[in-house]
């Protein structure tokens, strides 16, 4: 069965401190790597897509991604309290197949 | 782009009524759209995969006469939920993925259901 596991949290850091969330997969075919965010009582919300080995940066948020170790990281730097939500990394298996894989999703609290 | 909309927001129905919901991309044709229901504090539960035109493919323990889901065209994915039960109660999300750039879903607002 292939599983997505996070670390649930609640990961809390101060403002202005660097968040990192952590994402291991179990399928090591796997090809591409989401990570969303959702506040309470709200839909997903995509916020990073990573198909490549390395480093992907947009704005505060860079993503990780080791396939090799089959490792999928989210870094957001200078977190600010609109920050807090929880983070979920998502895994398509293959890309001919539809169904993403979703982890439990980690939850953030940035405290000011 | 890459917007997704939901309607009804949120809905209370009486046990025994049907209850629909539309999923619509607004801005691309969506090949393939998603549902998925979320219990509190829960993470999100895939119920079905519909591609247009076809017949939507159920995942395992999800009734598929209780849940009746239509992809009638590029842009529209219906959920009805039939002779809804208390246990229904649930918030129910669409996606949506345009098949032809990338892999993403998109995700609508989301639909909360209380079934009284």
């Known amino acids: 069965q292939k599983e997505v596991e996070q670390n649930s949290g609640p990961l809390s850091v101060p403002e202005g401190a660097i968040a990192s969330l952590n994402c291991t997969y179990s399928d090591r075919g796997s090809q591409s790597f989401f990570w969303y965010r959702q506040y309470s009582g709200k839909s997903p919300e995509l916020i990073m897509s990573i198909y490549s080995n390395g480093d992907k940066e947009d704005g505060r948020f860079t993503a990780q991604l080791n396939k090799a170790s089959q490792y999928v990281s989210l870094l957001i730097r200078d977190s600010q309290p609109s920050d807090s939500a929880t983070y979920l990394c998502a895994v398509n298996p293959d890309n001919y197949g539809q169904n993403f894989v979703f982890g439990p999703g980690t939850r953030l609290s940035v405290l000011p | 782009g890459a917007v997704v909309s939901q309607h009804p927001s949120r809905v209370i129905c009486k046990s025994g009524t049907s209850v629909k919901i539309e999923c619509r991309s607004l801005d691309f044709q969506a090949t393939t759209m998603f549902w998925y229901r979320q219990f509190p504090k829960k993470s999100l539960m895939l119920m079905a995969t519909s591609n247009e035109g076809s017949k939507a493919t159920y995942e395992q323990g999800v009734e598929k006469d209780k849940f009746l889901i239509n992809h009638a065209s590029l842009t529209l994915s219906t959920l009805t939920v039939t002779s809804a039960h208390p246990e229904d109660s649930s918030f129910y999300i669409c996606?949506?993925?345009?098949?032809?750039?990338?892999?993403?879903?998109?995700f609508g607002p989301g639909t909360r259901l209380t079934v009284t």
């Open positions: 996606s949506a993925r345009s098949g032809t750039s990338g892999y993403e879903q998109y």
